[in-house]
């Protein structure tokens, strides 16, 4: 009887005390477990997905050689991920041009802002990102990423990378690999508590990356109950679950 009261007496503090963390994907390929909306279009255009009930919002952003951040258009092309033409590209270009990259004539490297929507926490563990299959010279996969864990909506018009700390992000990221054929898992994550990550071409080296994201995974950590949310019926209910166990427990003490 004691142990019956003690693991009820468990279970109604767990229910108490809220959900742990689990994992989300956000699959921008074949949106196998992940539905999307569209917000906008060209220029400046959003889309959002839903994965297990929670939302990631999607804008894209070239960096120009003057050194600010302008809008870009961000598209889902085929099933094979997310892409980006620039604003010394067109609207709605065409192939090789719409890849997330530093490469090419308009002189801007590209990147897509991440906002993390509703309560609770996020930390961005990991992004899949793809080469281009049509792409055969090997375009490399380096990165250059930010997490931030400041106010959203953000709108990185005019910004630069010097004014991205004002914005709430973290210092800048570099992550380098060698070019390859094969897909690529960038690990993202920190233990941080995150609103936006900021994703994209490496900055201020060789001028030949271009990708397609595929996918993010975050850890997922549900708000904890405010105060008022925990009923009183349940707060009498683990005082009278502990005050029997030390009642049970005291009797076993006194027979032995």
Same mark, same amino acid.
């Given at each position: ?5 003690? @693991?009820? =007496? ?15 994907? &956000? ?9 999307? +909306? $569209? ?8 889309? %959002? ?11 894209? &952003?070239?960096?120009?050689? =003057? ?7 961000? @598209? ?23 890849? !997330? /990259? ?11 802002? !991440? ?30 990423? &930010? ?6 909506? @953000? ?20 992550? #380098?690999?060698?070019? $390859? ?5 960038? &690990?993202?994550? =920190? #233990? %941080? ?9 490496? !900055?201020?080296?060789?001028? #030949? /990356?271009?990708?397609?994201?595929? $996918? ?10 405010? +105060?008022? /949310?925990?009923?009183?019926?349940? $707060?009498?209910?683990?005082? =009278? ?16």
């Amino acid at each position: 009887m004691l142990k019956q009261l003690l @693991l009820t =007496g468990a279970a109604v503090t767990a229910l108490a005390g809220g959900a742990q963390a689990s994992a989300v994907t &956000w699959d921008f390929e074949d949106l196998s477990n992940t539905t999307v +909306t $569209s917000g906008g279009s060209g220029f400046g255009n959003s889309l %959002t997905f839903t994965a297990d009930g929670q939302q990631v919002r999607l804008t894209a &952003w070239s960096l120009t050689s =003057g050194g600010v951040f302008e809008a870009a258009q961000l @598209l889902r092309y085929g099933g094979a991920g997310l892409g980006i033409c620039n604003q010394g590209e067109s609207t709605g270009c065409g192939s090789p041009s719409h890849q !997330i /990259d530093n490469v090419g004539n308009s002189g801007r490297n590209d990147f897509v802002l !991440i906002e993390f929507l509703g309560g609770g926490t996020f930390d961005p563990t990991s992004a899949t990102i793809r080469r281009y299959s049509s792409d055969n010279d090997y375009k490399d996969l380096d990165v250059t990423y &930010w997490v931030g864990d400041g106010n959203v909506p @953000l709108d990185l018009a005019g910004a630069g990378v010097n004014d991205l700390a004002a914005l709430g992000f973290d210092s800048q990221f570099d992550d #380098d690999t060698s070019n $390859s054929s094969s897909n690529r898992t960038v &690990w993202t994550g =920190g #233990d %941080t508590t995150a609103t936006a990550l900021l994703f994209g071409g490496r !900055i201020g080296y060789d001028e #030949d /990356d271009a990708f397609k994201l595929q $996918s993010l995974t975050a850890s997922y950590s549900a708000p904890p109950p405010a +105060t008022s /949310d925990v009923s009183e019926p349940a $707060s009498l209910a683990l005082l =009278g679950l502990g005050v029997a166990a030390l009642g049970l427990l005291v009797r076993h003490r006194r027979r032995n």
